[in-house]
C-alpha cells in the first residue's frame, strides 16, 4: 500500500500543533518559545513547500503560508523574523543552523538528544572540524562572544566565504550560535558558545539510539503522521537513523507503521 497523502484529520491535528489556525497564531516572543516547547523543535523561516513546524507559519496562522518574494515589506514575514530574533536574544530556546543547514530551534529537553547525533566531541575536534573552524573555536573559547567581523579578524579567517562555511559548521557541530544580532550602526551577530547558555543541557549524555527515539517522538507528537522521507528532510537525520528512530516508537507502542515509510501517532485527538 501506498500513502501519498495525509488525511484531513492529521492536517487538522497538525494545525492546532503547529498554530496553522488564525485563533492560535503567534504574535510574541514569548508564544514562540511555547510553541518551540510544545513541538520540542522547529525551523525559523520555512513555508507550506518544507515540511514541519515553522514560526513564520506560525505566525501566518495558516497551513498554506507562502513566504513572499519582497519579505521586506511583508507584515507577516517581517513580524516573524522580529520574532526569531527575540527568540535568539532571550536565549531560553537553542537556536542555530543544525542539519542540512536550516535554522533551528530546540527546546531545552530535546538539546541533548540532538547533541548525541550532531555535536562534535572535544576530543574529536582535531579529527573532524576544518582547520579554520578551529581557529574561530579557539578565539571562541578564549573571548566567549565576539561579533562577526571581529572574529573574523581575531581569528585570521579573513575571506569572507572561507568564514561563512566555517561558521555553518561550528554551528552543526553544535560548537558555537548567534546570541544576538544588532542591525545598528550596522548589522551583525554576535556568536558564543552554547555552554554559555546551556551548560546543564550539554552535560547530560544519552546513547544514540534513545536520542534518535526521542527526537522521532518529538516530531510524532506535533505531526501525528508521517510520510516517506518526512523525518530525514525536517531533522537532517539520514533516512536510516529517522527509520531506527521510528521503528522503536512501534516497538514500545506510541507509534503505529501504516505502510513502507509511514507511522502514526496511535492516538491523535
Known amino acids: ?35 518551540i516547547e510544545a513541538v520540542g523543535f522547529c525551523s525559523a523561516m520555512t ?11 506560525a505566525v501566518c496562522g495558516r497551513r498554506d503560508a507562502h513566504m513572499p518574494r519582497n519579505v521586506q515589506k511583508d507584515p507577516e514575514a517581517s513580524l516573524a523574523w522580529v ?18 543547514g536550516r535554522a533551528t530551534f530546540i527546546a531545552p529537553r530535546l538539546i541533548q538528544h540532538f547533541q548525541a547525533l550532531w555535536g562534535i566531541p572535544k576530543r574529536a575536534e582535531g579529527e573532524m572540524l576544518s582547520a ?7 578565539v571562541l573559547r578564549r573571548e566567549w562572544e565576539m561579533a562577526t ?23 552543526r557541530g553544535m ?22 547558555r546551556f551548560a546543564p543541557e550539554l552535560k547530560l549524555k544519552v546513547k544514540r539510539e534513545r536520542a534518535l ?24 537525520l539520514s ?3 529517522a527509520g531506527l528512530g521510528n521503528h522503536a516508537l512501534v516497538k514500545e507502542g506510541y507509534a503505529e507503521r501504516l505502510a513502507t515509510g509511514v507511522y502514526r501517532k496511535r492516538l491523535i485527538q
Open 1 to 35: 500500500m501506498t500513502i501519498k497523502f495525509l488525511p484531513e484529520e492529521v492536517e487538522a491535528y497538525r494545525d492546532r500543533m503547529w498554530r496553522r489556525e488564525p485563533e492560535l497564531r503567534i504574535e510574541s516572543a514569548l508564544e514562540a518559545e511555547h510553541l
Open 47 to 57: 513555508d507550506v513547500r518544507h515540511p514541519g513546524p515553522s514560526i513564520y507559519i
Open 83 to 100: 520574532i526569531k530574533d527575540e527568540v535568539m536574544r532571550r536565549g531560553r530556546v537553542y537556536y542555530a543552523k543544525l542539519g542540512r
Open 132 to 138: 579554520d573552524a578551529r581557529a574561530i573555536l579557539r
Open 149 to 171: 567581523k571581529d572574529l573574523r579578524e581575531e581569528s585570521g579567517v579573513r575571506d569572507r566565504k572561507r568564514f561563512t562555511h566555517a561558521l555553518d559548521e561550528l554551528q
Open 175 to 196: 560548537k558555537v550560535i548567534p546570541g544576538e544580532v544588532l542591525y545598528e550602526p550596522w548589522f551583525t551577530y554576535i556568536w558564543t558558545l552554547p555552554e554559555a
Open 213 to 236: 527515539r526521542e527526537i522521532a517522538r518529538a516530531y510524532r507528537e506535533g505531526a501525528g503522521m508521517t510520510l516517506p522521507g518526512e523525518l530525514s528532510k525536517v531533522t537532517g
Open 239 to 241: 533516512r536510516p537513523d
